[in-house]
Nanobody, 121 residues
């Protein structure tokens, strides 16, 4: 089994910063890409940022220049540094990993349980 465990969420004032972490553990052969998504109340889950095993990144337009995604392949961990936070960034943030659990098996998608980020004064 594979588990993704997120940490680092919380309450922060507008303009503040938070750093999210997501560690993948369990039966993992190789991780293709990891990413962060978020879901605000009453809205769909949207992409925030992704990073491939080679380090290529992709960001939602709404977070470009404010958020930075990074990855430690040795630790199977992905980070999301969030700066200049706005109230509209308030959401549950979910980590996702597309990975092969064992050689020859199809690539499988895994999600974390989510961590709440609230931006409010």
């Amino acid at each position: 089994q594979v588990q993704l465990v997120e940490s680092g969420g919380g309450l922060v004032q507008p303009g503040g910063s938070l750093r999210l972490s997501c560690a993948a553990s369990g039966s993992i052969f190789m991780i293709n890409y990891m990413g962060w998504y978020r879901q605000a109340p009453g809205k769909e889950r949207d992409l925030v940022a992704t990073v491939t095993s080679g380090g290529s990144t992709n960001y939602a337009d709404s977070v470009k220049g404010r958020f930075t995604i990074s990855r430690d392949n040795a630790k199977n961990t992905v980070y999301l540094q969030m700066n200049s936070l706005k109230p509209e960034d308030t959401a549950v943030y979910y980590c996702k990993a597309n990975l092969w659990a064992t050689p020859g098996r199809p690539i499988t998608e895994y999600w974390g349980q989510g961590t709440q980020v609230t931006v409010s004064s």
